[in-house]
């Protein structure tokens, strides 16, 4: 149990156009979801918490505008990437808790 | 400020004998503790949580946790060249918080 899914894992768009990322957990439902960001040979980042039914909760320096959030269901929470550019280029990654968090397998972004 | 400090690595450890991962927190009202294993490329997988002082075995691995010293370790036994991975350290104050992660331990398995 506690499987958690991404889609994409991987995509490739050009510099100003918007990508949308969905986080699924697949065996249980998950009130809460959070995403991160993780660069290579860095540690993860958190960029933002979100809960069903309600707004995401961004960390410090994370722009809420550019990394839109929406937790629509206790299954389904999906980031958008508005605007990209290529220093947007990363590994996403959500997590959901159950109550412990479990990852999903990630999503690679290169904005060329 | 909350933090969870361990060593960066690499730790080297000859395939077959215990790896030992340690890890610190600042936070004295921490209340869950995880230990994560994230292969290069890869996203991290929970291998082992601990609530209670004291020692929790599953397998190979066993947490160990002092809440008085603000210590969490990892032991893996009879370790194998496929525990080669970075071992994330997290913590968590209470139920609905976010997890706070340490920067994470390369663990290297000599065959």
């Known amino acids: 149990g506690a499987v958690v899914s991404q889609h994409p894992s991987w995509v490739i768009c050009k510099s100003g156009t918007s990508v949308k990322i969905e986080c699924r957990s697949l065996?249980?439902?998950?009130?809460?979801m959070f995403w991160y960001r993780q660069f290579p040979k860095q540690s993860l980042m958190l960029m933002a918490t979100?809960?069903?039914?309600?707004?995401?909760?961004?960390e410090q320096g994370v722009e809420k505008d550019k990394f839109l959030i929406n937790h629509a269901s206790l299954t389904l929470s999906t980031l958008t990437v508005t605007s990209a550019h290529p220093e947007d280029s990363s590994f996403y990654i959500c997590?959901?808790?159950?109550?412990?968090?479990?990852f999903g397998p990630g999503t690679r972004l290169t904005v060329t | 400020q909350k933090e969870v400090e361990q060593n960066s690595g690499p730790l080297s450890v000859p395939e077959g004998a215990i790896a030992s991962l340690n890890c610190t927190y600042s936070d004295r009202g921490s209340q869950s503790f995880f230990w994560y294993r994230q292969y290069s490329g890869k996203s991290p997988e929970l291998i082992m949580f601990?609530?209670?002082?004291g020692d929790k075995e599953d397998g190979r691995f066993t947490a160990q946790l002092n809440k008085a010293s603000q210590y969490v370790s990892l032991l893996i036994r009879d370790s194998q060249p496929s525990d080669s991975a970075t071992y994330l350290c997290?913590?968590?104050?209470?139920?609905?918080?976010?997890?706070?992660f340490g920067k994470g331990t390369r663990l290297h398995i000599l065959p």
């Open positions: 997590s959901a808790s159950h109550p412990e968090q479990y």
């Open positions: 997290a913590v968590k104050v209470n139920r609905d918080d976010k997890i706070i």
């Open positions: 979100s809960n069903e039914g309600s707004k995401a909760t961004y």
């Open positions: 601990i609530y209670s002082n």
């Open positions: 065996d249980f439902q998950a009130t809460t």
